[in-house]
């Protein structure tokens, strides 16, 4: 069966998913993490991509992006990939491939389901059992959303920057937003959407772009 055609287009928010190859454990301490953060902060600005949405787990990773060409994306995670594989290979006296084939990616409905994107992809420490509060891991935007950290990668969403205009009750509004309980079925179908490389969205979502970019359910 062929493999479903990617479709990165300028403009429109991603979900992007890179995994170690065969689940293998691509960060093992904090000058790994801090390493890939660098790499994401150099790449962003030569490949033209905002990053909205962040975290390193232990063996794969989750951004939420939006590329300013059609191929910036695609860039971008070559890039980054491939650099931190040469420096993870170095440190570690080994060789091969370290990253799972292609990442894996998906448009996000800006209207209805990029905040809940974003929420997902900052729980995942916690849903993992790595930390009982979101705040409490280092390596991801939660920091950001939640208390006002400042990142050099970080490009905050309209979506976020929108929540409230005045910045210390947008910040408290999302830490309540991250801790209230998601939607019935929303983590399924986030996960789904970014395997499978389908729109993440509301039906007419799914229609638009499956109109303009042959990308649907």
Request: glycine content about 6%.
């Given at each position: 069966?062929?493999r479903?055609?990617?479709?990165?287009?300028?403009?429109i928010?991603?979900?992007v998913?890179?995994?170690?190859?065969?689940?293998?454990?691509?960060?093992?301490?904090f000058?790994?993490?801090?390493?890939?953060?660098?790499?994401?902060?150099?790449y962003?600005?030569?490949?033209?991509?905002d990053?909205h949405?962040?975290?390193?787990?232990?063996?794969?990773?989750h951004?939420l992006?939006?590329?300013?060409?059609d191929?910036?994306l695609?860039?971008?995670?070559k890039?980054?990939g491939?650099?931190?594989?040469?420096?993870?290979?170095?440190?570690y006296?080994r060789?091969?491939?370290?990253?799972?084939?292609r990442?894996?990616?998906c448009?996000?409905?800006?209207?209805?389901y990029?905040?809940q994107?974003?929420?997902?992809?900052?729980?995942?420490?916690?849903?993992?059992?790595?930390?009982?509060?979101?705040g409490?891991?280092?390596?991801?935007?939660y920091?950001?959303?939640?208390?006002?950290?400042?990142s050099?990668?970080?490009?905050?969403?309209p979506?976020?920057?929108?929540?409230?205009?005045?910045?210390?009750?947008?910040?408290?509004?999302?830490?309540s937003?991250?801790?209230s309980?998601?939607?019935?079925g929303?983590?399924?179908?986030?996960?789904?959407?970014?395997?499978?490389?389908?729109?993440?969205?509301?039906?007419?979502f799914?229609?638009?772009m499956?109109?303009?970019?042959?990308?649907?359910a």
């Amino acid at each position: 069966m062929p493999r479903r055609q990617r479709i990165c287009p300028a403009g429109i928010p991603q979900h992007v998913i890179q995994r170690g190859n065969n689940r293998q454990v691509c960060f093992q301490d904090f000058a790994d993490r801090a390493t890939y953060a660098a790499f994401l902060s150099r790449y962003r600005e030569e490949h033209e991509v905002d990053i909205h949405a962040w975290v390193l787990m232990s063996n794969h990773t989750h951004l939420l992006v939006t590329p300013h060409t059609d191929h910036s994306l695609s860039l971008f995670m070559k890039a980054v990939g491939q650099r931190y594989a040469q420096y993870f290979n170095r440190k570690y006296e080994r060789s091969g491939t370290l990253w799972e084939g292609r990442f894996k990616s998906c448009l996000v409905d800006t209207e209805s389901y990029f905040l809940q994107c974003q929420r997902y992809i900052e729980l995942n420490p916690v849903k993992a059992g790595m930390v009982q509060y979101a705040g409490d891991y280092q390596w991801s935007s939660y920091r950001c959303h939640g208390y006002g950290l400042r990142s050099k990668f970080h490009t905050p969403h309209p979506c976020y920057l929108n929540y409230h205009p005045v910045p210390t009750i947008r910040l408290a509004r999302y830490r309540s937003f991250v801790a209230s309980p998601a939607p019935k079925g929303i983590d399924d179908m986030i996960r789904y959407a970014a395997i499978a490389g389908t729109a993440l969205g509301t039906t007419e979502f799914h229609e638009r772009m499956k109109a303009r970019f042959g990308v649907g359910a």
